[in-house]
């Protein structure tokens, strides 16, 4: 997360960004499985685990849980993999030894049928 994510006191990143990280998540996860980006339809859940802050390293990923005609039941985890480390230098950042969750959603993403190019 770069400085310009940094949304609220103290470097805080806005939780929406994980958001934007999972609609990105689900655009390549639709192009995969579709050959299309599709639409996000809804969030069935997000929960917000731990604070993000700028300087910190995310990665997100995705699976497709289930799928129906058009829809598809995306299921999403964000991970702080890296968190600066400013006490040291002001590049200096430490690779954890272990990714802390910072986020978890589901949701349902779109494709139309006219849409899908890839055969099932």
Same mark, same amino acid.
């Given at each position: 997360m770069g400085s310009h994510d940094a949304h609220y006191g103290g470097n805080l990143v806005d939780g929406a960004r994980m958001l934007g990280? *999972? %609609? #990105?998540?689900? +655009?390549? &996860?639709?192009?995969?499985? #579709?050959?299309?980006?599709? &639409? *996000?339809? !809804?969030?069935? @859940? =997000?929960? *917000? &685990?731990a604070p993000v802050y700028a300087g910190d390293f995310i990665e997100a990923e995705g699976e497709i849980i289930s799928e129906g005609n058009t829809s598809r039941k995306m299921r999403f985890e964000a991970r702080k993999v890296i968190k600066p480390r400013p006490d040291?230098? #002001? @590049?200096? !950042? #430490?690779? &954890?030894?272990? !990714? =802390?969750? =910072?986020?978890? !959603?589901? %949701? +349902?993403?779109?494709?139309?049928?006219?849409?899908?190019?890839?055969?099932?």
């Open positions: 990280l *999972f %609609g #990105d998540v689900a +655009t390549e &996860l639709c192009i995969r499985s #579709d050959g299309d980006e599709g &639409l *996000f339809r !809804a969030y069935d @859940s =997000v929960e *917000f &685990l040291v230098n #002001d @590049s200096a !950042a #430490d690779v &954890l030894p272990e !990714a =802390v969750v =910072v986020c978890r !959603a589901s %949701g +349902t993403c779109v494709v139309p049928k006219d849409k899908q190019r890839v055969k099932r």
